[in-house]
């Protein structure tokens, strides 16, 4: 038997350098931009702190990662919102992850 693992974690590659402000260009552009810059703009200096107090950068990578995933995933979004589906049966996530705790 072999002492290495089946299977290889699943790293994300870290982002390239100039990242945060070409997705910032990126959001400033976005019809969204009123309520989604300054969110971004929350979170990214959130991350700083913690990225200061921790000597982690993965804060940073996070809040890069999932903003660029909401900005890929807006156009989905728009097209579902335009076709008309009834959505009001959704289940609110976050009300389940409360119920949880």
């Not at 870290?14 to 402000?21: F, I, K, L």
């Not at 260009?25 to 969110?39: F, I, T, Y």
Request: glycine content about 4%; hydrophobic content about 45%.
């Amino acid at each position: 038997m072999s002492a290495q693992p089946d299977h290889a974690p699943v790293t994300t590659p870290a982002p390239a350098p100039g990242a945060p402000a070409e997705l910032l260009a990126q959001l400033r552009a976005d019809k969204r931009a009123g309520s989604w810059v300054p969110a971004f703009e929350r979170e990214w200096a959130a991350a700083i702190e913690e990225s200061r107090s921790t000597f982690s950068l993965a804060g940073l990578y996070k809040v890069v990662q999932d903003w660029q995933g909401r900005l890929a995933h807006a156009p989905a979004v728009d097209a579902f919102i335009a076709s008309g589906h009834d959505d009001s049966d959704a289940v609110d996530l976050a009300e389940l992850r409360r119920r949880r705790r």
